[in-house]
């Protein structure tokens, strides 16, 4: 692990000292951007739970903050996402007489000063927050610490994110796994030897209706929730609405949907998947034909599930509650005997990259995890970029991928390899810039996902694929979308083409389409990166 993860600091600065039960007259629960949910939330059902026996209301803050936006690339398609939730979760916890309060905070340095003064202004007297486990915001929360522990406030920060904590899942010599297999057998036994990992976090409680003889906490319910932060407006709003539709019952139609619903033989979107019934065609659910069917693009068999779970919207802990539940077990069985079996080893790289974040935090600030990659030579290809990012490559499958990911917010897994592999491998470009521009356009950007995902790709990460084992984007078309309808779908001007030319079209058909013609000969590109990556730092 880097030298001194903040992680473990927080945790003995959460521990921060103060006498408990202090004197106050509110508890509050800090909503972070991961956390956007009121069911099994760890920390809001602590903090209910403490404001109870201390016979006094839980307040819920939420704070909008431009400059981490900004530093962290977040798309306007994720922004746009949490205040819609946020939207969601303020009339429920209306209903309990909770009121959420949402603020801008322009400059990011100057947060925990600001939420302090909050509680203080509240008159609370203890502060409860999820973990967020990437660096700045670890950082932050270390000071929030300090500077409640100064005003005589108790701070708790707990884990919630992940179905087993980071920092539990050690090699036999105390050491975190930066191999993906061994850590998932030890992370599976962990999970099963103790199911309180799953358990479900209480409900928050009603809050008295004494809160509303508060003139300072009864003024918290009229705040409203702004429909867009300056900067980052989402110009397809509507669209995203309507495919990506907020809280937390969508989110469970959603997991719903991969459980139970018949699975669709193609649908590409863009559509709200949750309003496509009619058509559904095959005979099993999405999660009965996932082992077999997860990396073919041109099936909607996936779950769909990545922007709730990256929000937070819906728990992991839930997701697995649901498949044992399907499965008849009582234990979690994330092995690949199983189609369920096999999704739960999905939702294990979640927990795995979040881990790795956690241990390594270099990760996090560009740094590539194998340092002897952190030579290589890239393109400086600005024209070449472009076309990648808007899918004019010349290359239909990568094409297909990066306008699904224009136009859903989204990306199949399988395509967010090939793109990404063709970015470093083919254009040999940069992995960060590729990194950026899914953060920047993903509904699901999640920093410990994507980072992960690119370093695998880019063969700089933990666990990665092997430098020399690049993708064949044209092989990789014919098994990820061998039927060719993921690429007539996103790509108009191949619609017509059957056979192997829709993988590979001739120049002769690709100039009478309109089609631009390949940036780079795959053949050529192979054996550029090859040289580069095993020689760092040499042409
Ligand atoms: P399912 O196949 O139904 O899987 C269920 C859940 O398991 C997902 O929702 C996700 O939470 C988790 N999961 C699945 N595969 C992975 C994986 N490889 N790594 C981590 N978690 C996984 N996922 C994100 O949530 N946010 C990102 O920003 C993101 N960026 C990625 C970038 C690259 C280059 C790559 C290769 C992968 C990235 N992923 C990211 C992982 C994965 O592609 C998506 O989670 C998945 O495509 C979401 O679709 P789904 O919900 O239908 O997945």
Redesign the pocket.
């Known amino acids: 692990a880097d030298a001194e993860p903040p992680l473990k600091k927080l945790l003995q600065a959460a521990n921060n000292g103060v006498k408990s039960s202090p004197k106050g007259e509110a508890v509050v629960y800090w909503m972070r951007m991961e956390d956007l949910r009121i069911s099994d939330n760890r920390a809001l059902s602590r903090a209910s739970t403490q404001a109870q026996k201390d016979g006094m209301p839980v307040v819920v803050i939420f704070i909008i903050s431009p400059q981490d936006y900004l530093a962290h690339d977040r798309s306007p398609r994720r922004i746009d996402f949490t205040l819609r939730n946020l939207k969601d979760i303020k009339t429920r916890l209306a209903s309990l007489h909770i009121p959420l309060y949402v603020t801008v905070h322009t400059p990011r340095r100057t947060i925990p000063e600001h939420i302090v003064a909050l509680l203080q202004e509240w008159k609370a007297c203890h502060l409860f927050g999820n973990i967020e486990y990437e660096f700045d915001e670890l950082r932050r929360d270390i000071r929030v610490c300090e500077l409640a522990k100064a005003a005589g406030i108790k701070v708790e920060f707990m884990h919630d994110r992940c179905l087993v904590d980071p920092g539990i899942v050690l090699t036999q010599g105390g050491r975190v796994y930066t191999v993906y297999s061994p850590w998932q057998r030890n992370w599976l036994a962990t999970l099963n030897s103790n199911l309180k990992w799953i358990e479900e976090a209480p409900l928050p409680k009603r809050n008295s209706e004494d809160i509303y003889s508060n003139p300072t906490l009864k003024a918290l319910f009229d705040v409203d929730i702004p429909d867009y932060v300056h900067g980052f407006e989402c110009k397809d709003r509507e669209k995203m609405r309507e495919m990506w539709p907020a809280g937390e019952d969508a989110a469970r139609q959603m997991l719903d949907r991969f459980l139970h619903a018949k699975a669709r033989s193609s649908q590409m979107g863009p559509s709200n998947p949750l309003s496509e019934g009619a058509e559904m065609s095959d005979k099993k659910s999405r999660a009965l034909v996932y082992k077999d069917s997860?990396d073919k693009a041109d099936k909607d068999t996936?779950?769909?599930?990545?922007p709730y779970?990256?929000a937070g919207v819906i728990s992991a802990r839930e997701c697995v509650r649901h498949a044992m539940n399907l499965q008849g077990v009582k234990k979690v069985q994330a092995t690949r005997d199983t189609s369920l079996g096999t999704?739960l080893m999905?939702?294990a790289?979640?927990d795995f990259?979040n881990h790795v974040l956690a241990a390594y935090p270099r990760v996090s600030m560009g740094r590539p995890f194998q340092e002897k990659y952190a030579n290589v030579i890239w393109e400086m290809n600005e024209e070449h970029l472009q076309a990648w990012k808007e899918g004019r490559t010349g290359v239909p499958i990568v094409d297909a991928g990066m306008r699904q990911l224009n136009t859903m917010g989204w990306m199949?897994?399988r395509l967010?390899?090939i793109t990404?592999m063709y970015l470093v491998k083919d254009l040999m470009i940069d992995w960060r810039l590729g990194e950026r521009y899914?953060?920047e356009n993903?509904v699901?950007?999640?920093l410990a996902?994507?980072n992960?995902?690119?370093q695998?790709?880019a063969s700089t990460g933990v666990d990665p694929q092997p430098y020399f084992r690049i993708f064949n984007p044209y092989s990789q078309s014919e098994k990820a979308d061998p039927t060719g309808e993921y690429i007539r779908h996103f790509v108009p001007e191949l619609r017509d083409l059957r056979g192997p030319d829709i993988h590979k079209p001739s120049e002769k058909v690709a100039v009478k389409l309109g089609y631009p013609l390949p940036l780079i000969k795959h053949e050529e590109a192979r054996k550029r990166a090859l040289r580069r990556y095993k020689n760092p730092g040499e042409e």
């Open positions: 997860r996936t779950s769909r599930i990545s779970l990256a999704w999905e939702i790289w979640r990259y199949h897994n967010r390899m990404s899914f953060i993903l699901d950007g999640d996902s994507n992960g995902g690119w695998w790709c």
